[in-house]
Nanobody
């Protein structure tokens, strides 16, 4: 069974940083587009960022551009989301997700691609509060 497991969430003060990890098991991330969504209490799910496997091209939502950096280490079969200058409005459960790159590529349509993504993690909670 294909699995993604997120880690790295927690409580951080405004202005702080966290790095989320997304480890894949039972499949090889080399052939997958991967990315992150988040969902805050009472709000709709938001597509945050994604990264292609072939060329490393990325997409960022306007709300995180300049503060978050997505990356991947195919040798470790893991993706990452470095989050800097965190704000209270970044508080949410963060989910990583993946899709075969032959079927789906990362781009500006990432926020609406949720229903087409093959594999989802269970999420990790990020709380930004003083």
């Amino acid at each position: 069974q294909l699995q993604l497991v997120e880690s790295g969430g927690g409580l951080v003060q405004p202005g702080g940083s966290l790095r989320l990890s997304c480890a894949a098991s039972e499949f090889t991330l080399d052939y997958y587009t991967i990315g992150w969504f988040r969902q805050a209490p009472g709000k709709e799910r938001e597509g945050v960022s994604c990264i292609n496997s072939s060329d490393g091209s990325t997409y960022y939502a306007d709300s995180v551009k300049g503060r978050f950096t997505i990356s991947r280490d195919n040798a470790k079969n893991t993706g990452y989301l470095q989050m800097n200058s965190l704000k209270p409005e970044d508080t949410a459960v963060y989910y990583c997700a993946a899709a075969n790159s032959d079927l789906l590529l990362c781009g500006s349509s990432w926020p609406v691609l949720g229903p087409y993504l093959e594999v989802w993690g269970r999420g990790t909670l990020v709380t930004v509060s003083s």
